[in-house]
């Protein structure tokens, strides 16, 4: 902060997409210093563990750096998970050990403006086992525990910087770039990816709330956008553009991450808009990116690209290998980046004895050393002792004309012990009321299926949703699904 307020002066930094906000590069370092001096103020040192819940962007990325640059740990929560916020505060300093947690809603706490610190509410100060140690500062992140104990991950200020660089040297990013970040800034893509790699390059980042359809491309215009950090979900919504709408020539590239990309639609996308976009693939515990496509040269359909800054391998169940190229099996990763431990002691076995981190993804390397992921290891459905993976049938269905979304799950059998089922979103309404339209979209499914893949992999069943469940970074929680908790508006055997 201190090289950037001096080598970019009254340059911006940080702009808000809601409102005329901007914060230049030669006012960070004294917000942060002040912020820090209350910190200090409200009785946190060095080392300790504090939460940050806000609804305001730029209020969350001030307060990020500011307690990074302390030397504190800062755990981001999301703001919007509880209508009972409190007693979600109160939940988190428990599950995250937090000493306090700084937020902008009111209710029994403290704090000066609109700036709020709850302390620690337990009978019980004694520390308990933690990953992080020592004076230096950094972000703890957890995960959401919806299939046991959540994982706890701590990355150091050291980790996160250095992907941060890693990112920006990648992406090409100087001072004249600005980026788009619509996704959650409680998740490390947004903090890493949008907030650090900016700061790194000395270059200026928009933040909005979420992502908004509604006047997209115009915002891009109107704050000379170059670079748009965006999930799947988003490029689909992006991907037909509107009469009236252009897309300003600014933006050079739109950079994929959080959940798989298909092919179809990377193809759609740039077809419609002319902006290129560059598949990602990372992790939480690896402080965001682990491979990314080039930005300039050879990017391959499906493919998460090649690792950057991180070593990767595939490797066989029984951790033999790295395997073959073009041989399915357990992606593993190490490095500079990637945590050591968990502060979960439920997850020790994710780990080897030579430090190799079990990502639960699945996948192969090809002949030129790029990475194409199959799915997770929980998802991979066994019909009659034949594995298959979710992904290659949802980038077959995802290309029907009328389809918004697609997610394949196995479903108990008798005769094949699971069959495949295809959970569809339609692009808009009318195929959920419209008899008419149901039918054409349905044949469109049934038509492709039969075409293209054989017959263990077709669904047994296409079942149409009005929405499918999402985390707020696009991605489906397919245990909402497995778990019954979406009404399927109509079913229809194959």
Known sequence: MRRRSRETASSPYLLDARSSRVLAYDDLLGLCDERGRQLAQWGLRPGDRVGLMFTDPLEFATWFLAGVTAGLWVAPLDPTQSTERQRTVEDRVQVLDLDAVLHDFGGGSSGTGDVRVTTRVTANDAPSPSAVSGDG??????????????????????????????????????????????????????????????????????????????????????????????????????????DDERVPS????????????????????????????????????????????????????????????????????????????????????????????????????????????????????????????????????????????????????????????????????????QVVIAYVQPRDGAALVSETARASLLDGLRRRATRELVRARRPSAFRLVERLPTAATGKVRRVSLRGGDVAVAYEENF
Request: proline content about 4%; glycine content about 12%; hydrophobic content about 40%.
């Open 137 to 242: 500062g950094g972000v703890i992140l957890a995960s959401s525990g919806s299939t046991g104990a959540p994982k706890i991950i701590a990355l150091s200020e050291e980790q996160i910087l250095t992907n941060a660089a890693l990112i920006a040297r990648h992406h090409k990013l100087t001072r004249v770039d600005r980026g788009f970040n619509p996704l959650p800034w409680w998740h490390v893509n947004a903090e890493v990816v949008g907030i650090l790699a900016t700061l790194s390059a000395g270059a200026s980042l928009v933040m909005d709330d979420r992502f908004h359809r509604t006047g997209f491309w115009k915002t891009m215009s109107d704050y000379d956008v170059t670079w748009i950090n965006a999930v799947p979900a988003i490029i689909a919504r992006l991907a037909a553009l509107e």
């Open 250 to 417: 600014s933006v050079r590239f739109v950079r994929s991450a959080s959940a798989p990309l298909s092919p179809g639609l990377a193809r759609a996308f740039e077809a419609a808009t002319g902006v290129t976009v560059v598949q990602s693939y990372g992790m939480t515990e690896a402080a965001s990116q682990i491979c990314v496509n080039p930005l300039e040269g050879l990017r391959k359909p499906g493919s998460v690209g090649v690792p950057v800054g991180t070593f990767v391998r595939v490797v066989g169940e029984d951790g033999e290998g790295p395997l073959l190229s073009g041989v399915v099996g357990r992606i593993e990763v190490k490095g500079s980046t990637v945590i050591t431990a968990y502060e979960s002691p439920e997850y020790d076995d994710r780990f080897d004895v030579e430090g190799w981190l079990r990502t639960g993804d699945l996948g192969y390397f090809d002949d030129d050393g790029y990475l194409f992921i199959a799915g997770r290891e929980d998802d991979v459905i066994n019909r009659g002792g034949e594995k298959i993976y979710p992904i290659e049938i949802e980038e077959v269905l995802s290309e029907v004309e009328g389809v918004e979304s697609v997610v394949i799950l196995g479903e108990a059998d008798d005769v094949f012990g």
